[in-house]
């Protein structure tokens, strides 16, 4: 049967898409929206917006995506003294993911930061937690200092044994 040479328009569709997977696969190693997808899911699911995002855990979740982890004035009392969630998307404008991952590895925070819940974790899913801050940017203020035992704070608190 006679067949048609393929046009050079079939031929230049073909070879674009041959470049295009090309491309896919050298990045298949390195898949930063999978990344920061995965970091969201983390946030959300690990507890981290339950105390760093404001209002988490008081407004079942409702707190808006862009003020996500930008810490809260709630302050958490105990022998420790008071302490209170950090703005992670201002901490973390000054990390690289590097210093995160050997920070990460080593912090011992004062209650109530689940600390171990950390280390538990892989360096993938803490990369990925990583790239969704970074890639959320830096937003709001520092959270309130923390204040040693014995020392009066204003503003709410969970009081710990
Ligand atoms: C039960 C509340 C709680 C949960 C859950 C929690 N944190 Fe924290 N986190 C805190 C508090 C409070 C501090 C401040 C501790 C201090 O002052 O020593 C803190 C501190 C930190 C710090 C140190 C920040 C700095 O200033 O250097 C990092 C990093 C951190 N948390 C990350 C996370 C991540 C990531 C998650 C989720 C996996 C998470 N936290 C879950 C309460 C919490």
């Not at 040479?5 to 041959?18: D, E, G, N, V, Y």
């Not at 689940?114 to 790239?131: C, E, N």
Request: glycine share 8%; aromatic share 8%.
């Amino acid at each position: 049967m006679f067949q048609l040479p393929p046009s050079p328009r079939a031929i230049a569709a073909a070879l674009a898409a041959l470049l295009l997977c090309a491309a896919t696969l050298a990045h298949a190693d390195d898949r930063p929206r999978e990344a920061v997808a995965l970091g969201r899911y983390l946030v959300q699911t690990a507890g981290c917006n339950d105390c760093h995002s404001p209002g988490y855990t008081q407004n079942a979740g409702k707190t808006p995506e862009n003020t996500w982890l930008t810490g809260d004035s709630l302050g958490w009392q105990g022998p420790w003294g008071t302490t209170y969630a950090s703005n992670l998307r201002l901490v973390f404008a000054g990390l690289t993911e590097k210093q995160w991952l050997a920070h990460a590895r080593k912090m011992e925070s004062r209650p109530p930061m689940p600390w171990f819940s950390l280390r538990a974790m892989t360096d993938g899913d803490l990369k990925a937690i990583y790239r969704y801050i970074k890639a959320a940017g830096p937003a709001g203020q520092p959270a309130p200092a923390y204040v040693p035992p014995g020392q009066a704070v204003s503003g709410p608190v969970v009081r710990m044994p």
